[in-house]
Nanobody
Framework: QVQLVESGGGLVQAGGSLTLACAAS????????MAWFRQAPGKERVVVAS????????YYTDSVKGRFTISRSNAKNTLFLQMKRLEPEDTAVYYC????????????????????WGQGTQVTVSS
């Protein structure tokens, strides 16, 4: 049974940094595309970043490019999201997602591409 558990959320001032982690169990992370999504109050859940199972390919939504870094440790079955220069607009519940991939040269960016989700972790950025 696939299980994803996020951690690392919290309250931070604008300009600050946080690193989120997603611990995966029940599957070999090395064969799964993994991604971070976020959902702000009253808005849809949207992709933030996605990474191929090899780690070679990464996608970032425009609003986080240059500030966020997605990475993974397949040996530790863990996904990370390093967030720097946080802005109040980054306030949201952040979710980890995973989906099996049969290619190391692919990532997914749509919510419907993923069948496994974590419970989410709250990130609040104060101005």
């Amino acid at each position: 049974q696939v299980q994803l558990v996020e951690s690392g959320g919290g309250l931070v001032q604008a300009g600050g940094s946080l690193t989120l982690a997603c611990a995966a169990s029940g599957f070999a992370a090395g064969s799964y595309v993994m991604a971070w999504f976020r959902q702000a109050p009253g808005k849809e859940r949207v992709v933030v970043a996605s990474i191929s199972w090899s780690g070679d390919l990464r996608y970032y939504t425009d609003s986080v490019k240059g500030r966020f870094t997605i990475s993974r440790s397949n040996a530790k079955n863990t996904l990370f999201l390093q967030m720097k220069r946080l802005e109040p607009e980054d306030t949201a519940v952040y979710y980890c997602a995973a989906e099996r991939s049969y290619s190391s040269l692919i990532y997914y960016t749509k919510e419907t591409d993923f069948n496994s989700w974590g419970q989410g972790t709250q990130v609040t950025v104060s101005s």
